[in-house]
């Protein structure tokens, strides 16, 4: 149950609710409830805004079937906004693309963005759907699966000789060579790293095997 005396909404009964992909920690939008869409949005666990331009309810992915399931919703410390993180299931804004906070206005030179597993993944897709001219990634899928496949058992190798000859800086390298090559396949298959989780969390626990190996 929400406690609603920890909430507090503006003259017109409104909170702003930034949206956050649960996974990769990126803002995806800003939208605004009011006391009806968020209890909608915490029964249904799906995000429910007021709209300021119709006012009315709206649901998100009603009509684009791109549904963002809650994990949870946090308050501020002033208790006047909130932040609302979600797994999507598609485009978070209604132009198509992953977040509405896409136009950069400026970017500091001296900082590296933050790396994340998510915004790799995104750069991954971006070359397989744009086709960037010199890029490996791209070369990659334009070679296709076998070529993929390929690379991923030549770098599962690598990984082997490494580990066996207990260079854990080198392992670390090969380790990542693997994991890259893995992320194109899960792309090239249309695999999610959300897929990859669900499945590892529905084992419950890593000390129960879930593939016996023949015995020797």
């Avoid at 029964?43 to 399931?69: I, M, N, P, Y």
Wanted: net charge negative; proline share 2%.
């Amino acid at each position: 149950m929400l406690n609603f005396d920890k909430i507090k909404f503006d003259n017109q009964g409104l909170i702003p609710a930034i949206v956050v992909d649960d996974e990769t920690k990126k803002v995806l939008t800003l939208a605004y409830m009011n006391r009806e869409s968020l209890e909608i949005s915490v029964r249904e666990k799906r995000t429910c805004f007021w709209s300021r331009s119709r006012q009315e309810l709206w649901r998100k992915g009603e009509t684009s079937g791109h549904v963002q399931q809650i994990s949870r919703i946090v308050n501020d410390c002033d208790g006047d906004a909130l932040a609302v993180y979600v797994k999507k299931s598609g485009p978070a804004c209604h132009t198509g693309a992953d977040s509405c906070f896409e136009n950069i206005l400026f970017e500091n030179p001296d900082l590296s963005p933050a790396f994340s597993v998510g915004g790799l993944m995104e750069l991954i897709a971006d070359r397989k759907l744009n086709q960037t001219e010199g890029s490996y990634t791209t070369y990659l899928f334009q070679k296709g699966l076998d070529k993929i496949l390929k690379k991923i058992g030549e770098e599962s190798a690598e990984v082997l000789i490494a580990a066996k000859g207990g260079d854990k800086a080198e392992t670390i390298f090969e380790i990542a060579d693997l994991t890259y090559h893995i992320m194109v396949l899960m792309t090239e298959m249309g695999i999610t790293a959300d897929d990859v989780v669900d499945e590892l969390a529905s084992r419950h626990v890593v000390d129960h095997k879930v593939k016996q190996e023949k015995m020797q």
